[in-house]
DNA sequence: CGCCCTTCCGAACGATCGTTAGCCTCCACA
DNA sequence: TGTGGAGGCTAACGATCGTTCGGAAGGGCG
C-alpha cells in the first residue's frame, strides 16, 4: 500500500471519528490531502471501502493486544493484562478505535456480517477470562462472571468517549481492575 | 403540541437511533409520518430543531430518573436506585436514550454547548454519590471515588447498545451494584 | 354563514452528495 | 530512449439533500 494511500486511510479514520461517516463527505477527504475529490478514486473505489478498511483494522488492532496476552498465569494477572491491553489501543489509536466503536454500524452487506462477527469474537475472548477464573476458583465460585464482563467491557468501550490520545493507560486500567476485584465496600460496611 | 407534532418527535428519536442524524433524511421522517417532506416543515423550522428536541427530552429523563433518587439513606442503596433509575430511562426510552448517549455531538452552536452542560451536570450527580459515600465512610476510605464513578457510568452509558427495550432492569443494575461493592475476588484469593 | 388557522400537497429551489470520465504529467524500468 | 502505469487534474453526471412557496382542504369559532 502507498504512503498516499495510508494517508488517506488516516485521515477517513480521523475524519469519519469526529465528524461520523455520514458526516464526512469525499470532498472533506480529499481536502484533508489536499486534492481533489475525484482524485481520491484513483486509490479507492467507494467511500464505503476506507469506513471497511478503518474498522477492519480496529478489529485487528484490538485481537492483536489481546493476543499479546498470555494464555495461562493467576487469571487476575490475565484480566489487568486484558484491560490494559484495550485501554493502549484507545489511547493510540484513538481515531480508529471510534470507528470501531461507534461507526461500524454504517457498514452494509457481508461487511457489516463479518465485522460484527470478529466484534462479537472479541468480546468471547474477554468474557472466557472471567468465566475460567470462576471455573478455576480464582474469583469467587458464586461470581456473575456474565456480568463481571459486561462491565468490564462497558468500561473498556466507553473510554473512546473521554480518554485523552496518547495517555498512560496502565496506571488506569489497574484502577479499573483493583476496583472490580475489591469492590468498593467499606471496611466496617453491614 | 399536538398528537402530530409528537409523532413527528417520536419518528425522529426512532430513526435518529436507528440510521444516526446524518444517516436519516429529511424524506426519511416525512414517509414515516406518511406525507411529503415538505409538509415537515408545517411542524418545525429545521431537522437540527429534532435532533435539539429529542436530546432535551433525553436529559430531562435521566434527570427525572436521578430526582426520584432519596437524597439520603445509606449510600450503597442509593447508587443502587441510581443505576435502576437511569437502565429504566434506557430500557423504557431507547430511541431517546440512544440520542442522548450517541447523536447529540451533531448539535451545534449554543444547544451543543447547552447539551453537553446538562450532560456534565448530570454525570456529577452520579459522580457525588461515590464521594459522599467514601467521605461518610460508607464505602472504603481509601476508595477512588473518580473511578468507581466512572466505572458505573460506563456500565449504564453503554447500555443502549445492548439493552432490549423493555426489559426488567432492576435485576441488572442490582448486579451492578453487587459487583461495584463487594468486587469478584475470590475468598482464598491472595 | 364566513373567516382563520392548522395541516398537508405538489413542485421547485440551489446546494451538495458519491461517482465517473477523459486527459495530462511524471517517474520507473525495460 | 521509449513505454506504461500510477496519481493527479477538471468537468460533469444523476441523485439526493434540506428547505421554500403558493395553494388547497378542513375544522372550529365568531
Redesign the pocket.
Known amino acids: 500500500m502507498?504512503a498516499?494511500?495510508n494517508e488517506l486511510t488516516r485521515a477517513a479514520a480521523r475524519l469519519f471519528a469526529e465528524k461520523g461517516y455520514h458526516g464526512?463527505?469525499?470532498?472533506d477527504l480529499a481536502e484533508a490531502l489536499g486534492?481533489?475529490?475525484?482524485?481520491l478514486?484513483?486509490?479507492i473505489?467507494?467511500?464505503?471501502d476506507l469506513l471497511w478498511e478503518v474498522a477492519s483494522e480496529g478489529a485487528a488492532a484490538f485481537h492483536a493486544a489481546l493476543d499479546g496476552v498470555p494464555e495461562d498465569g493467576p487469571v487476575l494477572d490475565r484480566i489487568r493484562d486484558a484491560l490494559r491491553a484495550h485501554l493502549r489501543v484507545v489511547a493510540e489509536q484513538l481515531d480508529v478505535a471510534t470507528v470501531f466503536v461507534r461507526e461500524w454500524r454504517y457498514l452494509e452487506g457481508e461487511r457489516r456480517e463479518a465485522f460484527v462477527a470478529e466484534r462479537r469474537r472479541y468480546e468471547e475472548r474477554f468474557r472466557a477470562l472471567f468465566r475460567e477464573g470462576r471455573e478455576l476458583g480464582e474469583l469467587r465460585t458464586d461470581l456473575d462472571d456474565g456480568t463481571a464482563a459486561l462491565l468490564a467491557l462497558s468500561a473498556v468501550n466507553w473510554a473512546y468517549t473521554w480518554l485523552r490520545p496518547g495517555s498512560d493507560t496502565d496506571p488506569l486500567a489497574d484502577r479499573f481492575t483493583a476496583l472490580l476485584v475489591d469492590g468498593m465496600r467499606g471496611y466496617n460496611t453491614p
Open positions: 502507498s498516499r494511500r464526512t463527505s469525499v470532498g486534492m481533489q475529490k475525484g482524485s478514486y484513483s486509490h473505489e467507494s467511500k464505503a
